[in-house]
């Protein structure tokens, strides 16, 4: 048993916190009240085209991409987690280093299982950080945590494939960059449950597509990528330059692609709790209130240890994760109960129950 | 990153899980029975000295020990801890492989610094499972998590040492094989508050001590080892025999001493929790009610994956502590409240916070 | 909107809390370490029959029973349920006044819909406290809270009833006095399902009744009184003298005597955790730990301040439950869980989802 | 013990519910969709006038008011509340029913202490509807919790008053109609503590007096109202004109508004409550995921039956802490761990513990 990470990611970690605290971190404050006070925040303010260049000229590009041969940095899913960690404190190094969802996601389906056209075409402006791209899969009608719910429809037409739906929380799509998503629909129900869906690339001017409106969570609408309601009306295009993977095969890519995505996303969040909770420290030592820092205050400090240890478990958890293959990372994305409930089917199964239903 | 135990600790653990599955798993019920009928609890029955010889036999013996040229297992505390885990999974386990509290700490203690003769004396026997040990230095009058409450005391006259004090949750000391226990007590009050107490080696057929009576917690007397609360009334020994590792020396030993043990104990208890997730499953699956299995109704498939969960970050996190050195181990002993309060304390501290006091 | 209690229950609290105050109190340790010393606790120590007389000669006796006409003290149920708490405050208290369970709804049972001749042999001693009863409902082979699993059997044979199964926490069986018991079987399955089963007044000393053991609960046995595991094999008893209520009356019968006994246990476990807050306020102040009292340690006044809320919620919504009518006392005992599924189907109910089953 | 509410408030209760539902509630979601789109959210709209008119008419008036000769309905607190809650549905109700936070407590202190004069200036155009108020207490720089740490200044110079400081969290200071607020600040810090601080009457159009930025809750504006960050600079009044209550009066009053304003507060957030449950079972009961009504997956009984229950007991809470005086009501307003702090002074309190400090 050996907690240390790689000597090639404890390299990178070096060079990605030097880079943060040098570069991003002093501009950072500036860039969101700059974004805030703005009448029209879904622009690229310049600071991060900027930032942009130094991370690639510094090493620290698409750093997420295990595949050395197309400009990644050959980690594993493992050594890449404190990376994501490291950019999870702020709110655009993740962007700043091309290591953003939801393109890590879609960078990895079009080189596995994309055609050479369609890397040519996508994954090639992705993976150089000129083009941002979304992805749709979760319906305003119906419980997407649940995919045989899915309403959104792609269906062969001769050699062309026509999309029909409506999807929203399509994260990314307001960015001005935004040029591609990829769509989830329902192929063929007469196949078996997993092979009815497809993925396909949609060009984000294609006719009938139109973004409805942006949507806000908690009252923020996360400009300038943000969260879109998105309408599909006869989309129509060649299937053979749109289908990923072939028609039926989206639920298998899916699960390709979450697994990855997920220690990523959660990595990030641990960075994000690690800031929350040092600002929590600085604000508990430095306030006064009584007589006493608010530390001092009834259970302030229990309240402090409580969180580094959820953070410290939360991170140990994800990281055996991300060590352990592929059998813990098959969960569908969705909300917390729908994991939950994996986790108890996988746990009632080692002892005879796995006959019953998701309860 | 590698969370493999080492090829020792996995050649160790399967030996050892066959032979708890084989030899004392079967065996255990109609233990407890036995003991739960009798009249006088406050006995070893034959089954257990069997199964000791057994496990001695198979080389699953003294397993804590990281010393090989005294018998020990040799192996580190990372590597031990998967041991301690399975052996957590019985209540008998662990006195059975001679690996059971509070002896393997006070074995340690008798290796370091235990002179020669004290190493013969009660070492020995202890290796060899011929005797049991318990250790005192809990107070009924005040709150002993706060050491500098100690109000028992260890008094050098001469060249003897003479013990006063009452002690209670003296765990093991109602064996009827314990011949020895360990009493911390004040020396010298004048000295620095990490050298003013002592540790020193007690017979317990020693003139002035009495076991005044046994303890139960929530309603169990856990014979025939149990806790009990003593009384040491002008207990006078030979000093040189008597101290361990010189007069004032306590605090040290005591860091020493509980580090380990914590991890030890800890593991013990993950084992224990991963059998009732254990029982509560196959419960689940075969109790009926309301026309379904328990593990269908309500919120309990959440319950299991929370139990799941929180299992596997806690085994985590106490390998990771295992992992690391000295500092997360050194913790004083006591209540959950005062182990957050440290937590804290080392959090805080990162921002300048260390002069404050325990809030 | 008015909180307060009817002069006829202050005056009686007033009354009881003096009583407590002066004759219970003092003497109630005694008693505990009294009864924990004897190598048999299962006895009425002289203690006890002394304070009952007391207490009766006082007017402090059946004041549970709303009927004055046969000893009660005409309080409806809302009334009773500041005494409740008082007498829950002590663990004899309830005893002591003639108002422990399950001796409290066996009588009202006893009352309506007892004849004149259980009510002899049976109500009239109760009601003086000269003997004590059981409740048997509850088996060890099914879950007990799904009535329709019930395996105990009280079937029709000529002019005789016949008991068969087992059953187990049945409280109060272990008590010297215990006399009678009300066994709950199933008489006929061909009925709906409100009427397929009886209530049966069984003599202790009847033939084929047997208590196998004595269980124990988190390690305390309960004496003198205390939960026993009971068979009944051929109990064969006159059905005319043994019957309550008629054959297949026990649903509706067990739905009118649980209402009121939930009002009662819960006000006893709010004296009770009256009584815990108050032992841990007055440890708070005096027990010293680092310097300070341990109510100035961590976030422990907060868990004062949550107590205390949760404590004031709790009484005043069984005291709001005990106002409103029969339906929020409809419920079957049992688990949280079956509770907590009742209070959802209402809740839902409101908005038409009555058809759906238990989740 | 009579948990009903007085014929009055059941009466107005009846009337209030009528009008909410038949007028208020079928225009909300259209108001609150129209308030979004605007660019400039700081405005009355036209539908909240007419509302005004119409609840006005119908004697929905000034509701929160015990004072009859005023134009209040004469409710004692405690009829009040289910009023308070019926509103607390609506985030618009209290507004059309003039019962709205703060002016409902800012026209009791313009009633008492407020002059002649004051009354006539300010008091008359609030319980007419006619303008808005605001009350400043929350300064950014220190805990405002603790009232010793108020830095802002109302100094006596002549027969003026100077105001300094900078207030922030000023609700409903956005509000086009908010024309005076409220100001506390110290005015004499020899005078022993509880007659430091000032009350004073502030036009929003005095010279000195900028708002300098609306703050936002969880990205929330609260539009029309809002919360304010507010800059005092050398605002220079007649003493006689804007003091309330006399120099060094503002510890009493504040004492005295936030009482009954708490549970007015209260109440409507056990209103808001109710309806978030009730959208809640309506989504569980119509959405439908793996086949079956959320309402049926998981715990969501289980919350669904927790949130009722928690509803419940908060509703309990507030009305009996209503109902007893003002001791309850006592509490300094500010964060829950404050409120907990004094609860737990007064548990303590009970055992001898009133020395100690606030932990």
Request: charged share 25%; aromatic share 6%; hydrophobic share 45%.
């Amino acid at each position: 048993m050996d907690f240390r990470h790689s000597p090639r990611a404890r390299e990178l970690l070096a060079l990605l916190t030097g880079f943060l605290d040098r570069e991003v971190a002093p501009r950072e404050e500036a860039y969101h009240r700059e974004l805030l006070a703005r009448q029209d925040p879904w622009v690229v303010l310049p600071v991060i085209e900027e930032l942009k260049a130094k991370a690639r000229a510094a090493g620290l590009w698409n750093l997420f991409l295990p595949d050395r041969d197309h400009g990644g940095a050959g980690l594993t899913n493992v050594e890449y987690a404190p990376l994501a960690e490291a950019m999870g404190r702020s709110l655009i190094a993740s962007e700043v280093c091309n290591c953003a969802a939801p393109d890590s996601g879609n960078m990895e389906l079009l080189l596995h299982p994309g055609t050479e056209e369609q890397r040519r075409q996508w994954l090639a402006p992705l993976l150089a950080g000129e083009i941002r791209s979304a992805f749709c899969m979760t319906e305003p009608d119906v419980a997407s945590s649940d995919a045989t719910n899915m309403e959104a429809t792609a269906v062969l037409d001769g050699d062309e494939i026509v999309l029909n739906g409506r999807e929203w929380w399509s994260t990314g799509i307001g960015h001005p960059n935004c040029r591609v998503l990829i769509f989830m629909g329902l192929t063929d129900p007469a196949a078996d449950r997993y092979h009815q869906h497809s993925m396909v690339l949609v060009p984000l001017d294609a006719r009938g597509v139109s973004i409805e409106r942006m949507l806000t969570t908690m009252g923020f609408n996360d400009a300038p990528g943000g969260h879109g309601e998105v309408a599909f009306e006869d989309v129509r295009l060649p299937a053979a330059q749109a289908l990923l993977g072939g028609a039926g095969q989206a639920f298998g890519l899916a699960q390709a692609r979450l697994g990855p995505g997920r220690v990523h996303h959660c990595m990030r969040l641990i960075g994000l709790a690690e800031l929350a909770l040092e600002l929590a420290c600085r604000r508990a030592t430095t306030r006064v209130a009584f007589g006493k820092p608010l530390a001092n205050l009834g259970g302030n400090r229990e309240r402090i240890a409580d969180a580094r240890i959820a953070i410290d478990q939360a991170r140990l958890l994800v990281l055996h994760a991300a060590w352990t293959t592929a059998r813990a990372l098959r969960l569908a994305d969705g909300p917390d109960e729908v994991h939950r409930g994996v986790v108890a089917r996988l746990e009632l199964a080692r002892y005879g129950a796995g006959r019953w239903g998701g309860g």
